[in-house]
């Protein structure tokens, strides 16, 4: 290793590539989701509160109209079985380097349980039930999942069991494997933007190509192999340096695919503060210059927060107890100058208030203050909670 990367310059490559300084931040959307290779979209709020972050003149619209009109971002199931909103181009790399692993489990529990249930021919039983969702989907346009139980009694009264144990019907379960296989897609919420049940369409009618061709690959490199490259080179562009657990957490990939995906992409080994290896593209080897002061208040699960397994150099591990949770989903954060320095909330009355979890300069806490301020505008009479705050979150919803 001829490079060393320094914490500050990982902080300062955090700043930069994630739009976090001022002079780094756009109102191109699919632009902030390709940067950040994906928003995490498990709670619908971090998909509009991690744009908004980023956006020159922050706002809820651009969001939603690149969701749900112009469609140049799509939500799908890839790594780690979570949902995202990806770009057209990084949706297809995400499904052909991790999602299509994920559907064959997901489909192989389904047609295991239809056996248990007592269904002669699983494979025939879930075809037809698949094109018939299908052709409902259509016939009438995005659905939601209610509606389509409705239109297909029989498949509603059906339930089938989860794999982790309770039941769902049968119409529901097919329309979550269709959707991990790519056939079908997540439109408009059923209600507000803060909802997270959606209408569902055939792929290939919400946008034409639906989840997208693969990238091209040789007989010898296969379909897979092509796309994790992909997929990886994406990452060490955004979260660069990181190391192999890095990229093998985030991306749910086993060991070997993980180093496979490096050497395709021919990834430099670097030395990190902590004593360990980090890996940055070829073409990315310069140093970062300081991106100057940066205040965000980024939403729980937000790809900054949860782009890295280890986290010591933006997270002071005394404080990571207040932000994860302890499957480790982290809270709404508050980052100060590529380190995260607190967490937030907002109230029942509208008004977002935070916690430092240490001391940081005035003019600092001058710009988280606007920034909260500047959150709440943005927010108006929206009220959102997270799905998975800071464990700290309810000392803030009780104090004064």
Do not use: C
Not at 8 to 17: C, N, P, Q, S, Y
Not at 78 to 92: E, I
Not at 101 to 127: N, S, T
Not at 302 to 321: E, F, I, N, Q, V
């Amino acid at each position: 290793m001829t490079r060393h990367v320094s914490d500050a310059e990982r902080r300062a490559r955090l700043v930069t590539r994630h739009r976090l300084a001022p002079h780094t931040r756009t109102d191109d959307v699919v632009a902030i989701s390709d940067d950040l290779v994906a928003l995490h979209s498990t709670d619908p709020v971090s998909v509009y509160l991690s744009a908004a972050a980023r956006m020159a003149t922050p706002s809820l619209a651009p969001v939603a109209a690149a969701l749900h009109e112009d469609r140049t971002l799509l939500r799908h199931h890839a790594m780690r079985r979570t949902l995202w909103v990806f770009s057209r181009a990084h949706a297809a790399l995400a499904h052909h380097a991790a999602t299509v692993d994920v559907a064959a489990v997901q489909r192989r529990d389904l047609l295991r349980q239809l056996a248990a249930d007592g269904v002669d021919d699983p494979q025939a039983w879930y075809a037809e039930a698949a094109d018939r969702v299908l052709t409902l989907l259509r016939e009438h346009g995005p659905t939601p999942a209610r509606a389509v139980g409705a239109a297909l009694p029989d498949l509603a009264a059906r339930r089938v069991t989860l794999p982790g144990g309770g039941t769902q019907p049968a119409h529901g379960r097919v329309l979550l494997v269709l959707g991990f296989e790519g056939r079908v897609l997540r439109g408009e919420p059923v209600g507000t933007w803060v909802n997270g049940q959606y209408r569902w369409a055939a792929a290939d009618d919400w946008v034409p190509g639906g989840i997208g061709a693969p990238p091209p690959a040789t007989a010898d490199d296969g379909v897979r192999r092509a796309a994790a490259a992909g997929l990886a080179r994406a990452h060490l562009r955004a979260f660069g340096p990181a190391t192999r657990d890095d990229l093998r957490w985030w991306a749910g990939w086993t060991v070997a695919t993980t180093r496979t995906a490096l050497a395709d992409v021919g990834a430099v080994e670097v030395g990190l503060d902590d004593g360990g290896t980090g890996h940055l593209l070829p073409d990315d080897l310069d140093p970062v210059a300081d991106p100057g002061p940066s205040v965000a208040l980024l939403p729980s699960l937000d790809p900054t927060t949860m782009g890295w397994k280890a986290r010591g150099w933006y997270l002071d591990p005394a404080h990571a107890p207040l932000l994860f949770d302890r499957n480790g989903n982290g809270g709404p954060a508050v980052w100060v100058d590529g380190a995260v320095a607190g967490t937030w909330v907002q109230r029942p009355d509208g008004a977002v208030v935070t916690r430092l979890f240490g001391d940081v300069d005035p003019a600092a806490r001058r710009a988280v203050d606007d920034a909260a301020e500047r959150l709440r505008a943005l927010l108006g009479g929206a009220r959102v909670s997270a799905r998975f705050p800071a464990p700290v979150q309810s000392e803030l919803l009780a104090g004064p």
